[in-house]
């Protein structure tokens, strides 16, 4: 039973937040002026301002202009005095904080994926981590190997920079077609399924009832009225019909059992009954979250993310470099890295949120509600692809002008 | 389609400066009294400049401009697609440039690099009506800003002939505002950060 003061709540929440949320994924990547513009001649072999794209404010672009002016300023004051190292390396994570604020398609990449695919706040937050130490260390690699171990030119780094961000760019492409695959198809085969439950069969394993943990601990859910489904948070996996608790047990809860009612075992022993249309959703214990959970992705992602080094990173290392103390360039880029850290992380929230809000606007027991997440799963996972496919088409040259 | 879709979108102005250059600018005149061409000396930042010299020639010795040649050369070349940074116009209208000569590379002994170039105009500007010449980064990688000392530089210029170096005003909340507006409706300022920053040099000659 649709309850008439509900729906249409939802609705319009729904429908303004999912514009919402393309929108900002787009917004994302869509400034990257490496979609457009050719290397600059005085760039380090990394097209367009590093990671960092912003333009939200003036303010913002003149803060970053003037903390890459004391960078250099704290690496030849580290010089005589060691202690402005640690000065060197609070203005590194600031800078990594500020540097990525605004549009990137690192963070493009990391949203979508985890749009796309993730529900646990924290791994989303343990991979855009990943994603930001990643991109420190690959510069340091990149200088220490080249500049320091080779005592390569810098024409030799820029080239060495541009082959590794062709690379990166290869691998987004290759993360958004592996993503379009899988959640392309789950959406054809919701698309294509005959009759609500879309989520059963291939997704509802009736062998296979998993054990969570009720969000509101121990408050017995009795809120929903008969005839309520009850939505997980699990991608691709439903729940087992169990048996129906007693009409005795039932009964003291004040629920009616309905024909499409069905009980989980909620960890706690808490009865819980709900029908289609509720659209009920409890945010997933993370401890539980192995399912439908693939490392491979998740590293690929991180790879795509983060392989890229950030041209700031490159310059503080090659300057350190140059006034012979390497070990605090590193320790900078390492901050740096912390401090980007930082506002990717956020980001990976508000994608996880955005998703999870999604998936509860959209009555996950329905088979429209189904649809629409898995398009814009979809969605999101095309845009990877498309963001891959014109950021190496235009690194490489391949896409003319 | 997607993909095309996210190409031609309108790219942002909106990097930020990851290269800072101190430009020393001297407009060149013909004996006929018009403006035949522009020589430019942009001094890069600490940091970009041991960037640039990274891997050549010994450690701890000043370069000199032969090592620095081929560097120079690539410089002066890949600038050409983006116009060299220099916008000129005469009585409002913006003059071409033809291939840049006179270029070379070289390296202070405070370690910070300069390049040299002339440009010469395809055509000679009459300089009787005011003549303004801007130095700028669109995309705004590059942050170029005007000498405060002899920032503009006149040669062979007829008597009477001025120059003057207008600093740009700060961005006001104006300028914020719009951006912001137009990032959150088309996804593009719509406006050169690059330019908003440049300073202007004017020349009137009588």
């Known amino acids: ?401 | 389609m997607l993909a095309t879709g996210v190409t031609t979108l309108p790219d942002a102005a909106s990097a930020h400066p990851h290269v800072f250059v101190v430009a020393r600018e001297e407009v060149l005149f013909g004996p006929d009294g018009r403006i035949t061409g522009i020589r430019a000396a942009w001094t890069f930042d600490d940091m970009y400049s041991s960037f640039a010299i990274q891997g050549l020639g010994e450690a701890d010795k000043i370069l000199t401009s032969e090592q620095l040649a081929p560097l120079a050369k690539t410089n002066v070349e890949s600038l050409a697609e983006f116009g060299y940074f220099t916008v000129g116009k005469a009585a409002g209208k913006q003059v071409s440039f033809g291939e840049p000569t006179d270029y070379l590379l070289e390296e202070g002994s405070d370690k910070l690099v300069t390049l040299r170039f002339t440009l010469p105009l395809k055509e000679p500007a009459p300089a009787n009506k005011a003549f303004t010449l801007q130095v700028y980064d669109p995309t705004y990688f590059v942050s170029f800003e005007f000498a405060d000392k002899d920032p503009l530089a006149l040669k062979d210029a007829p008597s009477g002939c001025s120059a003057s170096v207008a600093k740009p005003r700060p961005l006001d909340t104006g300028d914020n505002q719009k951006l912001s507006e137009a990032f959150f409706s088309n996804m593009s300022p719509g406006v050169d950060f690059g330019i908003k920053l440049a300073s202007r040099a004017v020349v009137a000659c009588p």
């Open chain 1, 1 to 401: 039973m649709r309850s008439p003061l509900r729906l249409p709540w939802r609705r319009i929440v729904l429908g303004l937040a999912l514009p919402c949320v393309l929108a900002g994924l787009l917004a994302l990547m869509a400034p990257h002026p490496a979609f457009a513009q050719a290397h600059n001649p005085f760039g380090v072999g990394i097209s367009e301002g590093g990671e960092s794209d912003d333009g939200l404010t003036g303010w913002l672009l003149q803060q970053q202009a003037l903390f890459e002016r004391h960078l250099s300023a704290a690496v030849r004051a580290a010089k005589s005095d060691g202690s402005a190292v640690w000065t060197l390396m609070g203005l590194s994570f600031a800078y990594g904080v500020f540097h990525a604020a605004g549009p990137g398609h690192g963070k493009a990449v990391m949203a979508s994926y985890l749009f796309a695919n993730e529900r646990a706040l924290r791994r989303g937050l343990v991979l855009s981590l990943l994603a930001a130490l990643l991109q420190g260390l690959v510069a340091i690699l990149l200088v220490g190997v080249l500049a320091l171990v080779l005592h390569a030119t810098a024409q030799r780094m820029k080239d060495a920079a541009s082959l590794v961000e062709s690379l990166s760019y290869a691998g987004i492409a290759a993360l958004g077609a592996w993503l379009v695959w899988q959640k392309g198809g789950a959406f054809v085969r919701t698309l294509r399924a005959p009759s609500f439950p879309a989520l059963s069969a291939s997704d509802l394993s009736a062998s296979d009832p998993h054990r969570h943990k009720p969000s509101a601990a121990s408050q017995p859910h009795a809120g929903h009225g008969p005839g309520c489904a009850h939505g997980h948070g699990h991608d691709d996996h439903g729940h087992g019909h169990h048996d129906h608790p007693s009409p005795q047990r039932l009964a003291g809860l004040g629920h009616h059992p309905s024909p499409d009612g069905h009980h989980h075992d909620h960890g706690a022993g808490t009865p819980h009954v709900h029908g289609p249309d509720c659209g009920h959703y409890h945010a997933p214990d993370p401890a539980t979250l192995g399912e439908g959970f693939s490392w491979r992705e998740a590293i690929l992602t991180v790879v795509a993310a983060g392989s890229r080094p950030c041209s700031g990173a490159i310059l503080v290392l090659v300057f350190s470099l140059a006034q012979g103390l390497f070990a605090a360039g590193v320790a900078a880029t390492i901050a740096m890295a912390l401090g980007t850290a930082i506002t990717t992380g956020a980001l990976a929230c508000l994608a996880v949120l955005a998703k999870n809000l999604t998936v509860r606007l959209s009555s996950p027991g329905s088979r429209r509600g189904v649809l629409v997440v898995r398009g814009l799963e979809t969605l999101a996972a095309l845009l990877v692809l498309g963001a891959g496919l014109s950021l190496f088409m235009g690194a490489t040259s391949l896409g003319g002008a």
